[in-house]
């Protein structure tokens, strides 16, 4: 049975209503594992595991350079869409959580977070990561941040803080690298950050925050009120440009 805290956190992230929209977040950068296994001198791929999967878009590409996957999802219906998506690739899926998958010990070569480590309890989620890579293992941790420097997205900003009141990007947003050396089970931590534009159908990209969850926990009821904030910036074009990095951090098992 998972413990109190495991269930409280998964229960103060429910995405079991933004699944149906989380296909309309940008993708991560196509050469994310790339520069996760370069970072972590992996040479071969071998066995990987993905906790907080999600949709499936880290495991996907795990898959596709060569990697056998163990993806865990708690959450029933982003675990669906993920089984779909990875249905021809060397993906299994488990419905258990990242602080407590229940998979074998030492048993994987790289666990990865890809936009999860900040919404499970870290501290327990990085000492499982830690027994599931066993020695020489390593850990990844990813996120897609927009770059708010851009003229639009700072005005998408400015809209939603003008809402709310105040906005925090909140853990997403902060040192992953810090994050990991923290948890006290991995060093010798490397970071990149790739730099990509995804492009976007109109409506695509106001979807695409209907399912951030950081948001929509901060926003509460006024939610409604920001996605049409954002849907008036953007409703004079015809595709909306945005510039992301894909920023990763990978440390070595202690």
């Known amino acids: 049975m998972p413990s109190d805290v495991t269930q409280q956190t998964v229960l103060a992230w429910d995405y079991s209503r933004l699944a149906a929209d989380y296909g309309k977040r940008a993708p991560y950068h196509p050469r994310l594992i790339a520069e996760a296994m370069r970072l972590a001198e992996i040479r071969e791929p071998a066995r990987a595991v993905d906790l907080g999967a999600g949709t499936g878009r880290v495991s996907l590409a795990l898959a596709a350079h060569g990697w056998q996957v163990d993806a865990v999802e708690p959450c029933r219906e982003m675990r669906d869409l993920g089984i779909r998506a990875t249905a021809d690739?060397?993906?299994?899926?488990?419905?258990?959580t990242g602080e407590e998958t229940g998979l074998a010990a030492g048993?994987?070569?790289?666990?990865?977070?890809?936009?999860?480590?900040?919404v499970m309890d870290r501290a327990a989620a990085l000492s499982e990561a830690r027994r599931l890579v066993g020695a020489g293992g390593s850990v990844l941790c990813a996120y897609n941040h927009r770059c708010l420097d851009d003229p639009l997205q700072r005005e998408i900003q400015a809209a939603i803080e003008g809402l709310l009141g105040r906005y925090e990007g909140g853990a997403r947003r902060g040192d992953s690298a810090a994050a990991i050396v923290a948890g006290g089970h991995f060093g010798q931590v490397r970071?990149?950050?790739?730099?990509?534009?995804?492009?976007?159908?109109?409506?695509?990209?106001?979807?695409?925050?209907?399912?951030?969850?950081?948001?929509r926990r901060q926003a509460g009821d006024r939610i409604d009120s920001v996605l049409a904030a954002i849907r008036d910036i953007v409703a004079g074009l015809a595709r909306v440009e945005v510039p992301f990095h894909t920023v990763l951090s990978v440390g070595r098992a202690l």
Do not use: D, K, Q
């Open 89 to 96: 690739r060397a993906v299994r899926w488990h419905p258990t």
């Open 107 to 118: 048993r994987y070569g790289i666990a990865c977070f890809g936009s999860s480590l900040n």
């Open 191 to 215: 970071s990149a950050r790739l730099e990509f534009v995804h492009s976007y159908a109109n409506e695509e990209f106001v979807g695409g925050f209907r399912a951030h969850a950081t948001l």
